[in-house]
C-alpha cells in the first residue's frame, strides 16, 4: 500500500548507518549493518546491557508506510527502554530495506534472523511480499510481526497448517475486516443512495469486492476494478455521472491520487472516499494543493482522539520525534513491539514456544485501542482481534481548517474524525460544488 515520501528527523532512538557487510558494534551501544548495496541500516537504543535483545524491521523505505514501520518499531524500543527494557534487558533495533521487492523480502528477513541474530521481526507492507516470506517463519522458527498486509490468503495457512506458521501474527486488521469497517461508516452516512464502486486490480481489494459489492445498503448502480498503472479516471467518473452515482466508493492503496485530484479538479457530481491510503498522510492537503479536501478514508488515530494513555503517549512521542504524524502502520509497528516485549515479560522467557500461547491470551492497551490476536483453532488464527470496542478504524475526512496549524497538517487543512463515536468532532461535508 503506497504512501508519499517524507523527511524524517532522527528521534532518541539512535541514529542509522552502516556500509559494510555483516553486523558491528562499536563499543557505545550502537550497531551498524549493512547487506550490501546501501539496502540495511539499523538504529539502536541499548544501553547498560552486555546482552541486548535484537528487534528486526523489514520495512519498504520507499513507501510512507515503510518508513512509518521503520519508525513505529523505534519508537517502541525507545519507550520500552525508557521503563526498564525486557526482563532486565535492553532492547536494540535492526533494519532492512527491501524496496518494496517481495523477493528481496525474502532474503532481507533471512538476513535479519541468520545474520544478524534478531530475536523477533517486524515489518512488511503488502501481502506478496509476506506470502513470500511465511516459509521462512517455519524454517527459522522466529516470531513475526506484519504491520501492513491485509490479505486474507494467510489465514488459512496458519489455520490449517498451525504447528508450521504458528509464528506469524498480524498486528493490521486483513481485508474483510477493513471492508466491514469502511461499511459501517457508509451504511451511515450514504445508506439509500445511488453509489459507483472502484476497486484497485490487486487481491487485497478481492474482499472489498465481496464485502461492498454485495450490500444491500446502497443502490450499486456502477463497479469495476482497474489496473495500478491507470491514470485516467475521467472514463469511469464519466459512466458513474450518466448513472446518476451520488457517492464514489474507493479501495486504493497502491494508487489513489491521480483518482482523487482529478474527481475534485472535474467537480464531479459525487462524493468521493473509502479506503485510501494517500489521504492518512498528513502533508496531503499540501502534497495536493488542497484537491484532498471533502475526501474521505480510514485512519487508525487522529490528534486529540486517544483510546487510552498508551495511544496519547504514541501519537504525542511519534509527532515530536520525527515532526510528522503517522500512517496506520506506525503504530501497526509499534503495537507489534510492544505486545511481543508484554508477552515475554509475562512469560519470563523469549522461548517461541512458551511467548506464543501468551500472545493468544493476553489483551494489551496499545496505539489504537486493547490489542489482542485470535488463539489456535480460530479461523483468524493469529489475526489482530480487530473490532469495535477493542480495535476499530476512525474515518477521518478532509476539511478547510479554521486555524490551520502547520505543526499537525501542513497547509489550510485537517483531518477531521467524522465517524466513530465517542470520538466523532466534526459534521460530515458534501463539497460545496455539488
Sequence with gaps: MAGMGAGIVAGAAGCTGGNGGGSNNNGGGETTTSSGGG??????????????????????????????????????????????????????????????DPSKAKQRHRELI???????????????????????????????????????????????NYEKY???????????????????????????????????DYKWTKPFEDVWGNSDAFDIAYQTRFSGKTEDFSPFYDKMEN???????????????????QWARQ???????????????????????????????????????????????????????????????GGTSYEAVHVWSEAVKAAGTMDEEEVIPQLEQQSVPSAFGDIGFYPKGHDKVHDLVYE?????????????????????WPGDGKQACVFYEPNTNAEFQTPAWI
Design 166 to 200: 504458528k509464528y506469524h501474527f498480524r498486528t493490521v486488521q486483513d481485508s474483510i475486516g477493513g471492508a466491514e469497517n469502511r461499511l459501517a461508516f457508509m451504511k451511515d452516512q450514504f445508506g439509500g443512495s445511488t453509489v459507483g464502486i472502484l476497486y484497485e
Design 388 to 408: 469495535k470496542g477493542k480495535t476499530w478504524d476512525l474515518m477521518l475526512q478532509w476539511q478547510k481548517a479554521d486555524n490551520p496549524s502547520d505543526d499537525l
Design 243 to 261: 448513472m446518476g452515482v451520488e457517492h464514489c466508493f474507493v479501495a486504493m492503496a497502491f494508487v489513489g491520487t491521480n483518482a482523487l485530484t
Design 39 to 100: 539496502e540495511a541500516t539499523t538504529t539502536t537504543t541499548s544501553s547498560g546491557s552486555n546482552e541486548p535483545i535484537t528487534v528486526g524491521i523489514l520495512a519498504p523505505l520507499n513507501y510512507q508506510q515503510g518508513k512509518d514501520i521503520r519508525d513505529g518499531a523505534r519508537l517502541a524500543v525507545e519507550h520500552i527502554n525508557a521503563d526498564g527494557g525486557v526482563n532486565g534487558r535492553q532492547l536494540e533495533t535492526v533494519l532492512k530495506d527491501y524496496k518494496g
Design 267 to 329: 467537480e464531479r457530481s459525487f462524493t468521493f472516499g473509502g479506503n485510501h491510503n494517500f489521504m492518512q498522510s498528513s502533508d496531503y492537503w499540501k502534497k495536493t494543493d488542497g484537491l484532498t479536501q471533502y475526501g474521505w478514508t480510514n485512519t487508525a488515530y487522529l490528534p486529540g482522539v486517544y483510546f487510552n494513555d498508551a495511544s496519547k503517549r504514541f501519537l504525542t512521542d511519534f509527532q515530536s520525534s520525527y515532526n510528522r504524524l503517522p500512517t496506520y502502520t
Design 114 to 160: 541468520l545474520q544478524d541474530n534478531a530475536d523477533v521481526t517486524t515489518g512488511i507492507f503488502g501481502g506478496a511480499a509476506m506470502l513470500n516470506i511465511l516459509d521462512n517463519l517455519a524454517q527459522l522458527k522466529k516470531i513475526h510481526f506484519t504491520n501492513g498486509a491485509a490479505t486474507n490468503e494467510l489465514e488459512p495457512k496458519i489455520r490449517n
